[in-house]
């Protein structure tokens, strides 16, 4: 299966000239989930006024303790691979109803990069998917930014950006405030032929053990601290 997977991966990139960044205007549903910024800024800030309290991604992935160690990016998922994660829906309705317009919806978090933090260069499982930020806080002059292959951006406020994380990339925040995204994994448009085969080897994904077990550590975490999150989000 996983020289299977290399093969269509190399090819699908292929497709799309090895691609980095995508131009948000070829995906019609962006300005429709950019038109839910303004709500979904004031579920991020309830979130953000309570931020210790949400797990590093570290301890909700085991994966990603390569990449951080110290609980300084946070993470506040919606859905996960198939797994409806509804209490947080419950808790940020803007920002799930905004999520029903993405097509082909395959995960869905707030993610926080702390003030000063630095992620390393890493790569994403799987080119069968393509991930969509949606800046929600961003620090001003271009402190946070994040480099995919060769290609640097800058999150921006309300606006959008698509990349395949499949290339090596690395992100940073550069400033002495937090920096929150919609970070969003969406299946990658491609012709019919490919897309049957990229649909089954993204269910294959779906049923892997590191989805499983980090829906297993969220649901822990969410007995441990979901009363205390409540009780903050109420104030």
Not at 178 to 200: E, K, M, Q
Not at 206 to 214: G, K, L, N, T, V
Not at 226 to 234: E, K, P, S, V
Request: charged letters at 25%.
């Amino acid at each position: 299966m996983t020289d299977v997977k290399v093969q269509f991966e190399e090819t699908i990139r292929a497709l799309d000239n090895n691609r980095t960044f995508f131009d948000t205007a070829n995906f019609p549903w962006v300005k429709q989930v950019e038109a839910f910024w303004p709500s979904i800024r004031k579920e991020a800030d309830r979130l953000l006024a309570c931020v210790e309290l949400l797990p590093g991604f570290e301890e909700i992935q085991a994966e990603q303790e390569t990449l951080s160690q110290d609980k300084r990016w946070k993470i506040f998922p919606l859905h996960v691979y198939g797994k409806e994660i509804e209490t947080n829906q419950h808790r940020c309705p803007a920002t799930t109803a905004a999520l029903k317009a993405i097509p082909g919806l395959r995960a869905a978090m707030f993610s926080v990069l702390q003030s000063g933090k630095e992620l390393p260069p890493h790569q994403g499982p799987f080119a069968g998917v393509l991930r969509y930020h949606l800046g929600v806080k961003v620090p001003p002059n271009q402190q946070c930014g994040i480099k995919v292959g060769e290609d640097i951006a800058y999150w921006k406020e309300g606006e959008s950006m698509i990349f395949d994380d499949s290339h090596m990339h690395n992100a940073w925040n550069r400033s002495s405030q937090d920096r929150v995204v919609l970070f969003v994994d969406f299946t990658r448009p491609l012709p019919p032929n490919y897309a049957a085969i990229n649909n089954h080897l993204i269910t294959a994904l779906s049923a892997s053990d590191f989805i499983h077990e980090a829906t297993r550590r969220w649901n822990k975490w969410e007995t441990v601290h979901g009363g205390a999150l409540d009780r903050h989000l109420a104030n």
